[in-house]
């Protein structure tokens, strides 16, 4: 019997040029995999990426980046300002799923802290129900010699999206406490809980680090929650998230040929699978294929 002929694999089409990226610290070594990815995919493209926390990607509107990848969606000011230069909004493409963890130095023996205990810990206004402040560990159940260990606390700065999502989710919508060191990043506040026994911090499920411990979530319901695939994807983790890429297309138009290729491997399987390894949780088919129809990509 004769051999089929093979056929070949389509071509990948000839590109060049440089995409920018501006915008969160978050997914900065999401945005370092994939576009380490399409350099060999495309080696004729440039890629830089600018990791300076999610209000840099203004720079989408000032049209001094193609790609604007954020931990939070746009506010309305600044979904406003796009609006006046371009006439339209910018399309927000859910990327991957990301989850706010709260970390304590590894010597540390509490397990698990309640939302309402968090909220006492970190904010002035106290809005999810609890009485009154925390300011020791002993306040937490903790006993000997953590009994009256004082907690210091550390979080990201304001020009972080993550900052403004645990205000609102882990917060209750309240106001932080002045006494928390605000830091500008994952691995910041990680080594700042690392080098202090008392210390306590919230990062992205994303980022692992030596010397910290991951506390697990007491819901409202007494449950005691993980961040994980499972518990992000049936909704049950309270502090769960999408992370974004803002991108610049006009309704009824294309996408430039660069942004529209990156998207097409950020939304593969290949893409996908690059979430996995960097901690996070890969989009449901269903998700990946309506952001793929809202990119414009088959």
């Given at each position: 019997m004769r051999a089929q002929p093979v056929t070949p694999a389509a071509p990948i089409p000839l590109l060049?040029?440089?995409?920018t990226s501006t915008g969160s610290d978050t997914l900065a070594s999401l945005m370092s995999g994939w576009a380490a990815d399409f350099s060999r995919r495309y080696p004729e493209v440039g890629v830089q990426i600018q990791a300076m926390g999610s209000a840099a990607a203004a720079a989408l509107a000032a049209g001094t980046a193609q790609l604007g990848p954020m931990s939070r969606p746009m506010s309305e000011p600044e979904i406003a300002g796009f609006r006046q230069r371009y006439g339209y909004a910018p399309l927000a493409l859910p990327v991957a799923q990301d989850a706010l963890v709260v970390m304590v130095n590894q010597a540390n023996p509490l397990e698990a802290i309640s939302q309402r205990q968090l909220d006492a810990i970190f904010s002035v206004t106290r809005q999810c129900g609890q009485a009154a402040p925390i300011r020791r560990w002993g306040d937490v159940?903790?006993?000997?010699?953590?009994?009256?260990?004082?907690?210091?606390?550390?979080?990201?700065?304001?020009a972080s999206g993550t900052q403004g999502f645990f205000r609102l989710r882990g917060l209750c919508g309240g106001d932080m406490q002045p006494t928390v060191n605000e830091l500008p990043g994952s691995v910041a506040v990680a080594q700042a809980v690392a080098a202090s026994v008392n210390a306590i911090g919230y990062t992205s499920m994303g980022f692992h680090a030596r010397g910290v411990k991951r506390l697990a979530i007491i819901d409202a319901a007494g449950h005691t929650l993980t961040a994980d695939?499972?518990?992000?994807?049936?909704?049950?983790?309270?502090f769960t998230r999408p992370l974004y890429l803002y991108v610049n297309k006009p309704p009824g138009k294309s996408l430039d040929p660069l942004t529209l290729a990156f998207l097409a491997r950020v939304l593969s399987d290949e893409g996908q699978e690059q979430v996995s390894q960097a901690g996070y949780v890969p989009l449901t088919q269903s998700q990946r294929l309506r952001a793929r129809r809202a990119a414009g990509l088959p």
């Open positions: 060049t040029g440089t995409l159940g903790l006993t000997e010699e953590w009994r009256t260990l004082s907690l210091l606390r550390y979080g990201w700065n304001t695939a499972q518990t992000l994807r049936r909704g049950e983790y309270p």
